[in-house]
């Protein structure tokens, strides 16, 4: 059975909406109907953070804060969960809560309409976390923009919260948002609202049923791409079907040669994972997006969203992941280095979904990846260089290169590698390689990078993967 | 409750604090519409230059939840919302100017229906070919005034006589303001066709005027309420037309209507800071004293004066920054282009303009192989000669030397310098460069008649005091600044003193908040009534209590004292109030002492000037251009203080401000004039990572003002911009480093890490000794 309402804890009670319109956005929702204005929007994208707002998630008996932007968040997705506003950070005496103090006391707001914003990054970055240091600041504060204070202040309430008791009143309340959590009954969810639908299965079995019964649907996990046809373009996304409430696709496994990552699994946990075989995977992942974003967006939605600049997908592509696909026909496998196959086009067929991704554990191979933006937080690459390199004493054995930003899809430097294959490890091999990359890659000129400038960094990516392995050093300033 | 009542050169948190961190601060969009309200969105133009062949709307009308569909047609008065010229027109009538020019708006149910409506609009154009760049403008001499040229001595004559000889050209770019709380407006029609209307601008009564005018209506039918805006940084000084098409909206429909720009049409429609080109020559000595310079200044105005005028004349008052150019030509082009209309942005042209004296002071430096440090402070203002600016001021307050002596010691500068020149040798691929800048920043409005401001100051019969004057509150702290002053004045709690609603029926015909002066003007103005009720009080006390003594009373504690004579405060209101004494004054403040003949570009047009300069210190990465900030020193000049933690708070944000236009933010339009970068996920603003790794802000401690402003204090709105020059300097100092400093790099604003690669591959390649010639 399914349920045509969805359930959420607000103010430590159980809300319930009936068919709400699975096109409207909880930004829109909390400011229209729950007539909170202290959420603001600042973009609709998802590029600002003056809309975050924080979702308690039940997870073993616990509950984990997430961060989110609720500009690019649509209300069914509330669902199981309890939300929380700027509002319910004030007790109901009126008194502040610590990350609010600490704004007050460090003159961390001027204009204050990205306050809230921040003080709610700053609330999860609290609650998730021990004790606070700078990377963690900059991590949990990279998705909120700040025009008046240039963010001193801000950073300096951010590092005196580490000198606070940790209890708060959602640690007081927090048996009751238990109780209510597990309260709401964990059906599928299939709404009917303005000609629009909107499904939640919660298993692999329920998924397969509306994918056949359902032509033509969305499917949606972070929705950091999609929901941006709403709210930018002004479309209507008329079937909907949410991934990620069906916990079969949550998991990271581990075997002996490689990793297996299920299709909704967000970025931020897999980043943790990918840490242990490949830190430049992590490093990448980390500047992929603001953690607000991260914390939603999966490894399967990058990889279907097929976009030239999306950054997982060079260094999955020089990693030769596999990504499986099931379907009305079963599971398959698909190298990811055949995946793509135009602009924002896909192998992956009507009916059919991203199951998971499996990543090889190569232990004899140097990987580095290189993200190239206008800043460092939270941008789009110009050009995002990916290598994987086997190399036996001074001896290419293995080369697999691949970039985004470089083409209508991410792709492989093929010319560029069969250079280097079977080469002397040496600068004048790599010199060569660089002259190749002009075969392999015709870049375009747009807002974030010229061609020229493409061609040349791509070209000295290459010459830095080099020194770095030659020298054994890092050579990066960030 | 704060027991001090010394509440001036005192840290005290912003007035909104406490509700900004609760979500409890109210803005435009956040008032509660009352039932009926409609909700618009505008239709604009896709192209940049055509002329309208025929609009079609009805699928517009047909739109589900539309109420109405306003066009030029509609509207009854002035199509216009040019503040000073006009060439903005609110709904274009036959052609197109730029990309996003409005064309139509409409009222609907709600703002997802409107917005989603002015997409069906049918158009067709007859495209025009658009002119884009000040280069093509000049080229075509597509100008909005004649040329404009001053000058001083004979620069010809003098550079021709000169040693050395250098020129250039150098652009700094356009800059989208980013204000986290984009244009928006809600409208109330009352009775008597009287319209409140709810803006978020820095210039309510500018906004009252215009929309009387389009309206055809008396000034006093229009009301325009400021609590506080979420962001201004000059992009609401002017951008009419939200609050404009919000009241037509609602006068069609006679409906209250909200109207919000959303990110990205906000963008697009209105104006951004003014890119500036320079095309300069000049001469000096071996020592690097300028000896003559001439200069071609150029700026990209877009597609109408707006305050194009007024910006070129700042930048044209700020070309000499701190230095003293005895022989020096300007000529400047004020470009009309097909982007949308260039506008004020903090440092209004000064800040462009000092940038073009800094890139040539820096070149100076380079070709003569001197640290440009020497050569800033040869050329350096001095105190009993060489202290006339090029339009005739004598500046009589300069401290740059101080402050640059302090900053010095502070930053360690000269052993920086040379560490990172030996670092540089050793590292191959990570180079560091380092920059100090001087900071001299001319304060009042350059049009005279706009340094004026008024208040209204109530006190009730409990003692409690209304505080309202004309200045916005945008974040820079100015309500709590004001009622700091207030309530110092009376001797009273800070707490006593309501900050209220920036109300253009409480005090009138204001000038918008913005060149720095909201405070100097709006503080004054306050005191001004302040001192008149004062005035009241004082007489009814001394009649009643037979007080003799001709000395000033003090007001101190919550009392007011004669000599031994002591008076609660609330205890003698309340009494004056029975006794008919008035309690409730307005004020009214004029800056004195400034004059300026715009035509013979002479005078005295500011009443002071702000003083500032700053080191930083950054890594630039020669295979990719990325860059970071490694370390930061500030010494700024805030006069005496009213509140050193907000003035600390608009030095740091102002410096990340002009580090981002200086580094990363980069607008950028399409050949047809389309603009490419119209949402954060295009236009990058600093991000909290972006900041100096050591930040290291001191305000200046001997900072006094020479002149008779608000306790002495200096104002810190635009100025602190300027320090992030530093940054560029810095940046191109890095590049040098990869040709052994033996070649001048050639490198424009923003350094991107586009064009700090590119400028590392030019100087490389480039086989000319010295300096590059044309």
């Given amino acids: 059975m399914s349920s045509n309402k969805i359930e959420f804890v607000f103010q430590n009670k159980v809300h319930q909406i009936l068919n709400p319109d699975p096109n409207e956005t909880v930004l829109n929702f909390v400011r229209s109907n729950l007539k909170k204005t202290g959420t603001k929007e600042g973009c609709a994208e998802g590029g600002c953070g003056a809309c975050t707002i924080v979702l308690g998630e039940l997870k073993n008996n616990k509950i984990l804060y997430k961060s989110i932007n609720s500009c690019i968040t649509f209300v069914p997705v509330l669902n199981g969960k309890q939300l929380i506003l700027i509002e319910n950070l004030t007790s109901e005496n009126g008194k502040l809560h610590s990350v609010q103090n600490a704004m007050v006391d460090y003159h961390g707001s001027q204009c204050g309409f990205c306050t809230p914003g921040f003080v709610m990054s700053m609330f999860a970055m609290f609650k998730n976390n021990k004790s606070i240091n700078n990377e963690i600041i900059n991590d949990s504060l990279s998705g909120n923009l700040c025009r008046c204070t240039g963010y001193r202040p801000i950073i300096d309430a951010a590092k005196s919260l580490n000198n606070l008791s940790r209890y708060d009143h959602f640690d007081k309340d927090k048996f009751i948002i238990l109780r209510l959590l597990k309260k709401i009954t964990k059906k599928n969810i299939e709404i009917a609202s303005n000609n629009k639908k909107y499904f939640a299965p919660k298993t692999i079995k329920e998924l397969k049923k509306i994918l056949n019964k359902v032509k033509d649907a969305k499917l949606l996990s972070g929705g950091t791409d999609l929901s941006l046809e709403v709210t930018k373009k002004r479309k209507e996304l008329e079937k909907i079907i949410y991934l990620g409430s069906i916990e079969e696709l949550n998991f990271i496994k581990k075997y002996k040669n490689e990793i297996e990552i299920g299709a909704s699994t967000t970025l931020i946990n897999f980043e943790k994972q990918i840490k242990k075989y490949y830190l430049d995977f992590y490093n990448i992942l980390k500047r992929y997006g603001s953690v607000q974003i991260r914390n939603v967006c999966t490894i399967a939605g990058n990889i279907a969203t097929a976009s030239p600049i999306g950054d997982s997908l060079p260094l999955l592509m020089a990693l030769d992941a596999k990504i499986i696909i099931d379907g009305k026909n079963g599971k398959k496998i698909i190298p990811i280095n055949n995946f793509f196959i135009g602009y924002r086009k896909t192998k992956l067929k009507q009916g059919d979904f991203i199951y998971s991704v499996k990543i090889p554990i190569l232990k004899h191979n140097i990987f580095k990846a290189y993200k190239i933006s206008k800043r460092f937080d939270d941008d789009i690459s110009s050009v995002c260089g990916s290598f994987n390199l086997e190399i036996n004493k001074n001896h290419i054995k293995r080369a697999k290169i691949a970039f985004g930003g470089m083409s209508e899809v991410p792709k492989r430097a093929i010319k560029t590698e069969k250079i280097l294959i079977n080469s002397e490890f040496s600068e004048k091999i790599f010199d060569k390689a660089t002259k190749n990359l002009e075969k392999d890659f015709s870049p375009i000129d747009d807002m974030r990078a010229s061609k020229k400038y493409r061609i040349e960094v791509a070209k000295n990516l290459l010459l830095k993967c080099f020194f770095e392995i030659k020298n054994q050093k890092l050579l990066r300033i960030n | 409750m704060n027991n001090n009542q010394n509440h001036i050169n005192q840290s005290r948190p912003h007035d909104s604090a406490i509700k900004h961190v609760s979500g409890l601060a109210e803005y435009t969009d956040d008032i509660k519409e009352p039932p009926g309200t409609l909700f618009g969105a505008i239709g604009w133009s896709k192209k940049s230059k055509a002329i309208i062949k025929k609009i079609n709307l009805e699928e517009v009308k047909k739109s589900e939840g539309v109420l109405a569909v306003v066009n030029y047609l509609d509207i009854p008065g002035r199509n216009d919302v040019g503040p000073v010229f006009d060439g903005d027109p609110i709904f274009s009538k036959e052609k197109v100017e730029f990309f996003g020019q409005p064309l139509f708006a409409v009222a609907a149910k709600s703002t997802e229906l409107a917005r989603k409506a002015v997409l069906k609009a049918k158009v067709k154009y007859k495209n025009l070919k658009p002119i884009v760049t000040i280069e093509d403008a000049l080229k075509k001499n597509n100008l909005l005034f004649n040329v404009k040229k001053i000058s001083r001595g004979n620069a010809s004559k003098a550079i021709s006589k000169s040693k050395n000889l250098l020129k250039g050209n150098f652009t700094t770019g356009s800059q989208e303001h980013f204000y986290l709380e ?20 820095q210039h309510p009564s500018e906004v009252q005027q215009i929309i009387s005018k389009m309206l055809n209506q008396k000034s006093n039918s229009i009301t325009v309420l400021v609590r506080r805006i979420g962001g201004g940084f000059g992009g609401k000084e002017t951008n009419f037309m939200t609050a404009s098409i919000c009241a037509l909206l609602s006068y069609k429909t006679k409906c209250p209507v909200k109207l919000k720009l959303d990110r990205d049409d906000d963008i697009i429609l209105t104006g951004k800071r003014h890119e500036f080109k320079s095309i300069y020559e000049v ?21 109408s004066p707006d305050l194009s005028h007024a910006i070129n004349e700042r930048a044209l008052l700020h070309i000499d920054n701190a230095y003293y150019l005895k022989n020096l030509e300007v000529e ?91 670092y540089n040798l050793k590292s191959k691929f990570k180079k560091k460069g380092i920059a100090i800048t001087p900071v001299k920043f001319g304060i009042s409005f350059t049009t005279i008649h706009l340094n004026q401001a008024g208040a209204l100051v109530h006190i009730y019969t409990d003692g409690s005091i209304h505080l309202n004057h004309g200045g916005i509150e945008m974040g820079q702290g100015t309500h709590t600044k004001i009622a700091q002053l207030v309530a110092h004045s009376f001797g009273l709690p800070y707490e006593k003193v309501q900050i209220s609603s920036t109300n253009t029926s409480k005090v009138p015909n204001t000038s918008a908040s913005a060149a720095s002066s909201t405070t100097d003007l709006n503080g004054a103005a306050a005191l001004n009534a302040v001192l008149k009720i004062k005035k009241n009080l004082e007489k009814f006390i001394k009649s009643k209590y037979k007080i003799f003594d001709k000395k000033d009373p003090i007001y101190k504690d919550g009392h007011i004292l004669f000599g031994n004579r002591s008076f609660k405060f609330d205890k003698i209101v309340n009494e004056a109030y029975f006794n008919r004494v008035s309690l409730s004054s307005s004020g009214f403040y004029s800056t004195p002492k400034i004059k300026f003949d715009k035509k013979k570009f002479t005078g005295r047009p500011f009443y002071y000037f702000c003083y500032g300069a700053a080191v930083s210190e950054v890594t630039i990465d020669t295979l990719t251009g990325e860059n970071i900030l490694n370390r930061v020193d500030i010494v700024h000049d805030a006069g005496n203080a009213i509140n050193p933690s907000l003035e600390l708070g608009q030095i740091e944000g102002g410096f990340i401000q002009g580090q981002g236009w200086l580094t990363m933010e980069e607008v950028k339009w399409k050949a047809n004039g389309e603009i490419t970068t119209f949402s954060p996920s295009t236009y990058k603003i600093p991000a909290a990572s972006d900041i100096p790794k050591e930040f290291n802000v001191e305000i200046f401690k001997e900072g006094s003002n020479k002149e008779n402003v608000v306790n002495k204090s200096k104002t810190t709105g635009e100025p602190p911009l300027m320090l992030a020059m530093s940054v560029f300097f810095a940046i191109k100092d890095a590049v040098a480093s990869v040709v052994n400093y033996k070649k001048i790099p050639i490198l424009d604003a923003p350094a991107t890490p586009e064009n700090i690669l590119m400028s590392i591959k030019e100087i490389k390649n480039r086989k000319m000794n010295g300096f590059y010639g044309e």
């Fill in chain 2, 182 to 201: 984009g244009q928006v407006a809600f409208t109330i029609p009352k009775e008597d066709n009287e319209l409140l209307v709810y803006s978020s601008t």
């Fill in chain 2, 283 to 303: 001469g000096f000595n071996d020592d690097g004293v300028i000896e003559g310079l001439k200069v071609k200044l150029a700026s990209k105005c877009g597609m």
């Fill in chain 2, 332 to 422: 400047n082009y004020l470009c009309k282009t097909n982007t949308s209309t260039s506008t004020a942005f903090r440092g209004f042209g000064g800040n462009q303009g000092m940038m073009a004296i800094e890139n040539v002071i820096d070149n100076i430096s380079r070709y003569l192989k001197k640290d440009p440090f020497e050569v800033r402070k040869l050329n350096f203002y001095q105190k009993n000669k060489k202290n006339i600016t090029h339009y005739g001021m004598k500046i009589e307050d300069n401290v740059i030397d101080k402050i640059f002596e302090r900053l010095l010691k502070k930053s360690n500068y000269k052993k920086r310098y040379d560490q990172i020149r030996k």
